[in-house]
T-cell receptor, first 112, second 114 residues
Framework: GENVEQHPSTLSVQEGDSAVIKCTYSDSASNYFPWYKQELGKRPQLIIDIRSNVGEKKDQRIAVTLNKTAKHFSLHITETQPEDSAVYFCAPPSPNAGKSTFGDGTTLTVKP | GAGVSQSPSNKVTEKGKDVELRCDPISGHTALYWYRQSLGQGLEFLIYFQGNSAPDKSGLPSDRFSAERTGGSVSTLTIQRTQQEDSAVYLC????????????FGPGTRLTVT
């Protein structure tokens, strides 16, 4: 989407390795920074989110870090498993509240 | 509780025909969004509703696309005079409010224009 850059576009890792996906945005009208996961043929679902009053949030093997000064936030997956294979989207705040913007997605493949 | 539902799940139509896609959001969610996703692509934002109001329609691809929401609940996306490039999955999502809340997605409507 506009004003959003998500990298890398594809990522292939061995099972057990870590994966990091970065999302850079240009402006923000809110303080909410989510990541969504979309498995093949399914709908996107929220996996983790963070609000700007904290710098990091963890949920088991998944973590999100936020750097508001640099305007980026990252998704970290540790001890990757084959079921982590999916497309991941960031959805940073949009300069136009309500006009939701998603990153272009990162296709993560975890090889057993 | 019930999640977001969409109907139909699949729609095959001939070029030039009109189609209506329906979205039933989660009860109580004031915000509703429509997206389009082509095969292997990202989420293209189309329009959002705050209650029954759509403050910004600039994301709609052309004037053949329109959307409405009634009673703060059900929304319909209408595509007139369908073209082959309209073929995609149309996703609807709802959330408690326009900003700072998780979006819950429906299963999508797969539209194929022949």
């Amino acid at each position: 989407g506009e004003n959003v850059e998500q990298h890398p576009s594809t990522l292939s890792v061995q099972e057990g390795d870590s994966a990091v996906i970065k999302c850079t945005y240009s402006d923000s009208a809110s303080n909410y920074f989510p990541w969504y996961k979309q498995e093949l043929g399914k709908r996107p679902q929220l996996i983790i989110d963070i609000r700007s009053n904290v710098g990091e949030k963890k949920d088991q093997r998944i973590a999100v870090t936020l750097n508001k000064t640099a305007k980026h936030f990252s998704l970290h997956i540790t001890e990757t498993q084959p079921e982590d294979s999916a497309v991941y989207f960031c959805a940073p705040p949009s300069p136009n509240a309500g006009k939701s913007t998603f990153g272009d997605g990162t296709t993560l493949t975890v090889k057993p | 509780g019930a999640g977001v539902s969409q109907s139909p799940s699949n729609k095959v139509t001939e070029k030039g025909k009109d189609v209506e896609l329906r979205c039933d959001p989660i009860s109580g969610h004031t915000a509703l969004y429509w997206y389009r996703q082509s095969l292997g692509q990202g989420l293209e934002f189309l329009i959002y509703f705050q209650g029954n109001s759509a403050p910004d329609k600039s994301g709609l691809p052309s004037d053949r696309f329109s959307a409405e929401r009634t009673g703060g609940s059900v929304s319909t996306l209408t595509i007139q005079r369908t073209q082959q490039e309209d073929s995609a999955v149309y996703l609807c999502a709802s959330s408690w409010a326009v900003v700072e809340y998780e979006q819950y997605f429906g299963p999508g409507t797969r539209l194929t224009v022949t």
